[in-house]
């Protein structure tokens, strides 16, 4: 539970995450002059950024008697017994500020929570760079915090790419997973299979520009998060969505021919063939080489949205795909249909629908121990996922009508899809990972994941204005308990929170929910 003293109301009304315990002390700081200490230069290299963001100045013009900022390694940081390793705990005196952790990832979250304490005193009429005397104790309720972002429908580059890191990292949120192949286009250079980019990287959306990231733009977008504490998650998505693939390679169809350039937005349609003799060795090829240039613990390979295959096949291409990751160094992660989930349009011929769906449960199990598997589609039985826990499985929870962010927020909006739901920042909100999926124990809840599709957003404007409000209420949702989580809190700091995207030119969607 989120504690939080009477006479705290501009602490409390501030921090999104909700913390786990908020004390409120005697007077204020000013921070507009900041001398910084920290254990390493990288960690006070960003936690100076943070602060600057907020109108501090670290080391303060000549004259001035700047205030002291202290980050500490400690391993007795955080709530009252805790051995999460992303614990923190921040306090503001008036003599000084100290934040204490046992790692980078909670001094960089204590820091920036410190920044959302002064964007908040600064946001007040009349409001300096200052904060309150508190002490905030702090950690996550679950592991895996992230966004799953769609780079294919309509090509994001690596400065929005950098942008997305910095807006993920803002909310205490430690996962980008990049949706990186679709039948649109291919978005990552494979050394192995060079035709990939060559020949099927420049396609997306209605004719829009494409591209896609070098080997070296890719180890550097990773190098950036990873100083943030944030782990990029690579998806080639298969053996569905692979229209790209088969542009490319013709080999990969049964007639040897390439299919033609997709530049629309249906689903379902393409798919590999897993008796055909080129398509192991390609994927072999393919997932080996991203295994091999992706620096986090995790590979995702899809899996999802498989309209026109049988069971059999399909649970031999998720065990193919594991058993080359895990070969590989790698842990799989892959969409709820890699369970045996079928997908829920009734309309469609799912990958593993009706009877096929048991008959592969029967045989030998789809998915290995340990594999993530992303849930999204509130629709199907959740019998296959129930049985994929117990197997060993993890879980990262994305329903689509609550965090999925590419949904319109209303009827009338310009932007977005509404196939799941029409999703206000309230939906986005107010659920409880633990209750989505009936006999799931939440011991293989691995964490959650809002989602992005960019069918309909063609710059990071669009974007920025899909993810912003909502990308906070997930980030709530994945960080505090829910009895920390109040709509009428949230919605109030929120309020508060917009004085910096506005100051920083972040485009966001003054939803009615929320009085700004």
Sequence with gaps: MTTVSSGAAVAADAVIPAPVDLEPGEGVLGLAAVTLHAPDAVTARLAGELLAEAGAVVGGPAGTAPATVTLVTDPAAGPAGSDNPERYTLTVTTDGVTVAA???????HGVRTLRQ???????????AVEAGAVVVRDEPRYAWRGLSLDVVRHWFGPDDLRAVVDLVGSYKM??????????QGWRLEIPSRPALTGKSSQGAVDGAPGGYLTAEEFRALQEYAAEREIVVVPEIDVPGHVNAATHAYGELTPSGEPTDVYDGIEVGFSRLHLDLPATEPFLRDVLTDVAGMTLGPWVHFGGDEVLVMGAAEYGGFVRLCQDVLRGAGKTPVAWQEAAGSAHGDQDAVAALGGDAAQEAADDEPSVRPGTVLQYWDTRPDPAPLVRAAHAGARFVMSPADRAYLDMKYTPDHP????????????????????????????????????????ETLANRADLFSMLLPRLAAVAETAWS?????????FRARVAVEAAAWRREGAVYHPTPQVDW
């Excluded at 600064?122 to 409001?127: A, D, I, K, N, S």
């Design 102 to 108: 046992p790692g980078r990832a909670g001094l960089l």
């Design 415 to 454: 932007l977005g899809l509404e196939w799941a739901a029409f999703v206000e920042l309230r939906d986005s909100y107010e659920w409880d990972p633990a209750r989505l999926v009936t006999g799931l124990p939440e011991s293989a809840i691995e964490g959650v994941s809002a989602a992005v599709w960019t």
């Design 481 to 489: 308990r829910p009895d920390a989580k109040d709509w009428e809190s």
């Design 174 to 183: 430690n996962r980008l997973h990049l949706h990186l192949t679709d039948d």
């Design 117 to 127: 304490l002064v964007n908040a005193r600064r946001g007040r009429p009349g409001g």
